[in-house]
């Protein structure tokens, strides 16, 4: 017997099952461990092999090696079997193990069908429009490939499977489109669990000296903002995101939540709050005008949020809450794009009233043992200046006469303030922000370090911000009698072009990648088409993932002038009915007959004149039998009706020209012939 008789999957079959599956698979696998990689070339390398007969299907124990194999590195690659990375991982394993195996329609259809539920894995990953524009491309070839499996064997055109399944997918755009946009927006009925710490980008829980210049090279998009008036200027746009109150020498992280238990609740979440707003929100007033804005931030996997200097109002598909250091917090990780809104006062004031005594030993703790130059040369300053504003001045003044702002700081040792301010003076805004707090503390002035997004890049085309990461920023906030916390940046003391500019403008070939369009930015070309790709993610998002119950409901009642069951079941059966009589009316098009050529109009007048006199053609009779079967019974008559035949087949299957006056001629001569026929017989 034959290889290819063994096989009960043709050829085309396999070959779209493999690309729809490789297609499908492709973009898990950055997610995924790279051994996977080498198990799918051997899977297609074994399939190939067998296929061509050198090789036989694995037996029983060969596959339970292969799963045993295959789950023990899921476990040492993940060090767990539960978890969203470990379970997608197995499914890529047990669709690549069937593969193995398949043999049968039955066990190509199941491919088939886990193929369909991997492409809508992908979304668990990543929304982004260049995402969905390639799950579009995988969902096409996998309905090519369940075509393919209900087409003849004989079948070797697998183009065809191609263009019926994107006549299919065109047809469903419609009644996909309105089930989109009239179908509740139900929200999720399980949480999925987070991705691996590695994948966590933008500021982190803590900043040491070299954590934001190494976070400048990133040219991914924080978030984009879009404002509901103008665009504040470039030096209002501090986004506030982490507060670090906790120095151990070198590290700065956040303060130990519990301390801030003895002035109410950590966490204030607004409506969502069953305790009602925090008594210490009062402590924090606005004294200038408000600015109301959205914010979509990327997915991060952290959990705080940004928002311009004081925020007074928020609220978000995430769970938006205003935590005690005046920052605003999300309920859990954000493992997807996320969008909230905010109103901030851009002058303001914040806890002007004196600190309780535990607040201002917070926000005083130095460690022992550490900067010993900088300690005593802050308290030497302190007693030289008359007031706290002169003292602060003083410090900015050393600042600028011979520090450097550098993408690249050198390293620094165990007392990295004191290496900072009196040898390397090189620094980035880390280095900055930390040593300036340390100075200020050192002389008694409670302070602390800010972390969070300087500026952003405006895009004209749809009028909004983008916000990048190397636009990542630190600086500091000290507290003065009667004012509350102020912000004092010390990197605009050295570099204030960097406050007035974005570092992408400043260090353009430092902080974009080669293949990255941002680094030509200076090329006009190339910087508006980065902008118009970077507005119709911008647009996606707002219009299609964005596109929750409010703005469902806004939608509706736009249309309808309000939502009511009635109306909604209105809308189902009449749009649903309209697009089903559309595509009844597509289908009637399509399979209406064609209109005769010239020839067959001939043709048909020819049978007619036959039937006459008896002489019918059978359903599956050719025209040249059909004149034969004519000629064989009466060669007087078969003489014209072979003659009209040969013409017929020559101009319908050879392009042979033919006039109108030989077609009546020839029809004259048949109809002379049938004539003379009815006279023999009459005689």
């Known amino acids: 017997m034959k290889t290819a008789e063994r096989y009960l999957i043709s050829r085309n079959s396999l070959l779209w099952l493999i690309g729809a599956q490789g297609l499908a698979i492709a973009p898990l696998l950055m997610h995924l461990p790279l051994w996977l990689f080498a198990v799918w070339v051997c899977v297609l390398v074994w399939r190939f092999q067998e296929f061509r007969g050198h090789w036989q299907m694995p037996r029983t124990l060969t596959k339970v090696v292969l799963v045993v194999v295959c789950v023990a590195g899921l476990f040492i690659s993940f060090g767990r079997l539960l978890g969203l990375e470990p379970m997608v991982a197995m499914l890529v394993s047990a669709l690549l193990l069937k593969l193995l195996e398949m043999q049968r329609r039955r066990d190509a259809l199941l491919v088939v069908y886990l193929t369909f539920f991997l492409i809508g894995v992908q979304f668990l990953f990543t929304q982004a429009l260049v995402a969905s524009l390639y799950a579009l491309i995988c969902l096409w070839c996998a309905v090519s490939s369940l075509l393919s499996l209900n087409q003849p064997k004989g079948d070797h055109y697998p183009l065809r499977s191609l263009r019926l399944s994107g006549r299919l997918l065109l047809h469903s755009v419609p009644l996909m489109v309105l089930m989109f946009l009239i179908m509740p927006r139900i929200g999720s009925l399980w949480a999925v669990p987070n991705v691996s710490k590695a994948a966590k980008t933008g500021v982190s829980d803590s900043m040491s000296p070299g954590d934001f210049s190494q976070l400048s090279r990133a040219g991914g998009v924080a978030f984009r903002v879009a404002f509901d008036g103008p665009v504040p200027a470039q030096d209002q746009l501090y986004w506030r995101g982490l507060v670090f109150s906790d120095f151990d020498g070198r590290r700065w ?376 079967r004519i000629d064989r019974a009466h060669s007087g008559v078969g003489e014209s009706v072979l003659a009209f035949t040969r013409l017929f087949e020559g101009y319908e299957y050879q392009d042979k020209p033919v006039t109108r006056e030989h077609w009546r001629q020839s029809l004259a001569r048949v109809r002379h012939s049938l004539r003379q026929l009815k006279r023999t017989s009459t005689r």
Request: hydrophobic content about 40%.
């Open 253 to 628: 992280t956040q303060a130990d939540p519990s301390d801030y238990f003895r002035g109410g609740p950590m966490v204030d979440w607004g409506k969502n709050s069953r305790r009602g707003e925090a008594a210490w929100r009062s402590l924090g007033q606005g004294v200038g005008r408000a600015v109301s804005y959205s914010v979509i931030m990327e997915a991060s996997q952290q959990i705080w949020l940004y928002g311009l200097q004081l925020p007074t109002e928020f609220n978000g598909d995430v769970g938006v809450g205003f935590a005690r250091d005046f920052r605003l917090i999300a309920k859990r990780p954000l493992s997807q794009r996320s969008q909230y809104r905010v109103t901030s006062q851009l002058d303001y004031q914040i806890e002007a009233e004196p600190l309780p005594q535990w607040r201002s030993r917070r926000e005083l703790q130095l460690p022992d043992d550490f900067n010993p130059r900088s300690l005593d040369t802050a308290r030497q300053w302190r007693e030289e200046s008359s007031t706290e504003r002169d003292y602060i001045q003083r410090v900015l003044s050393h600042y600028r006469e011979s520090f450097f702002y550098t993408l690249e700081p050198p390293r620094l040792g165990r007392n990295t303030v004191d290496e900072f301010l009196w040898q390397t003076q090189q620094g980035f805004c880390e280095h900055y922000a930390s040593s300036f707090v340390v100075m200020m503390r050192a002389a008694g002035i409670p302070a602390r370090v800010v972390a969070g997004y300087q500026g952003g890049e405006y895009n004209e085309q749809d009028n909004y911000l983008i916000v990048h990461q190397y636009d990542a920023h630190a600086w500091a906030e000290v507290w003065l009698e009667g004012e509350g916390w102020v912000r004092v940046d010390p990197t605009a003391a050295v570099a204030p072009e960097r406050i007035r500019q974005s570092l992408g403008d400043l260090f353009t070939n430092d902080v974009e990648g080669f293949a990255s369009l941002g680094r030509y930015r200076n090329i006009p070309f190339f910087d508006n088409l980065r902008l118009q790709w970077d507005s119709l993610n911008y647009k996606w998002h707002r219009a299609v993932m964005g596109f929750d119950r409010e703005a469902q409901s806004n939608l509706l009642n736009r249309w309808m002038g309000g939502v009511s069951p009635l109306k909604m079941v209105l809308v189902v059966l009449g749009g649903g009915g309209l697009i089903l009589a559309l595509m009844s009316l597509h289908l009637w098009w399509a399979g209406r007959p064609l209109p005769k050529t010239v020839a067959q109009r001939y043709y048909a007048r020819f049978e007619a004149s036959l039937k006459r006199k008896g002489w019918v053609r059978l359903p599956n009779e050719t025209a040249g039998d059909f004149a034969g």
